[in-house]
């Protein structure tokens, strides 16, 4: 019998972090997710500011660890907490991070050209920690979970997640953009019958028509409507608009749930089982 994992949200902003009073309920830190595959192992999903306290919690310190960190892409918002992971300076520490190829480049090139000067005074090829690179191809398995990946639609590039514990999953697809047929259902498939979908919910049908088509990013009721067909059992609205205040989205989830019952609002310290 599998054993049952829970994904913890450290970050679910996306763009740019939202500290504030307006902010506060769900939280203001960008992507990042864990789960705890092993005593002292970690997959991580995204390195957005929320990896610094995924970085400081009680559950990182102090032994050595072993972190697997699967990228989605590479813009600042889902990469920028790297530089602050504490562990990244623990001699006892391994991080393998795992991303697709974008431009042409791998994920060891994207990265060590982040992190160095004159953006930050340390590199990431002198960091104490052991780092490793894995362009993603097949899946891959940590722990007792099996690692999947598909290509959706985002400028420069984006993937969605799979996360499977035998029968159970959980699927992750920030930064995608509906609108592209055969993405779209390549998605649903890819989704179907997940315990848990955590979609890019980060406008409203009347900012996304106005202003926002072609920026990457999707709506409320394109997440509902995904989920139905993939016929999820818990969608989870994330990627949350920073312009959007706590009240705001509360009103997005009141749309959303008379759709499908069965949606919640990602908020940092949730977590999810399965």
Avoid at 12 to 25: A, E, L, N
Avoid at 104 to 130: C, H, S, W
Avoid at 240 to 258: F, G, Q, V
């Amino acid at each position: 019998m599998a054993m049952e994992y829970r994904l913890r949200f450290w970050g679910v902003r996306g763009t740019v972090t939202t500290p504030g009073q307006t902010t506060v309920r769900y939280g203001g830190n960008t992507s990042c997710l864990s789960v705890a595959t092993g005593e002292n192992e970690h997959l991580v999903l995204d390195c957005g500011t929320g990896m610094r306290l995924l970085g400081t919690s009680r559950g990182a310190q102090p032994a050595p660890h072993v972190y697997h960190v699967f990228l989605s892409h590479y813009h600042l918002d889902h990469i920028l907490g790297i530089p602050f992971f504490p562990p990244l300076y623990d001699r006892r520490t391994t991080i393998t991070f795992h991303g697709p190829e974008s431009g042409g480049r791998e994920v060891k090139e994207i990265l060590q050209n982040f992190m160095k000067p004159p953006y930050f005074p340390v590199t990431l090829a002198d960091a104490p920690a052991t780092v490793r690179y894995e362009t993603l191809g097949r899946p891959v398995r940590v722990g007792g979970l099996t690692i999947s990946a598909i290509a959706v639609n985002h400028p420069d590039g984006c993937v969605a997640y799979r996360l499977e514990n035998g029968e159970r999953r959980v699927v992750y697809a920030t930064d995608h953009e509906h609108g592209r047929k055969e993405t779209d259902q390549a998605l649903v498939d890819f989704t179907a019958g997940a315990e848990h979908l955590i979609y890019d919910a980060m406008y409203l049908e009347t900012e996304y028509e106005e202003l926002r088509r072609g920026w990457g990013h999707s709506t409320w009721y394109a997440a509902v409507r995904t989920a139905r067909d993939a016929r999820v059992g818990n969608l989870v609205l994330f990627h949350h608009n920073p312009d959007h205040t706590d009240a705001e989205l509360e009103k997005i989830l009141e749309l959303s749930r008379k759709e499908m019952p069965a949606t919640e609002l990602a908020t940092e310290g949730m977590e999810l089982t399965f």
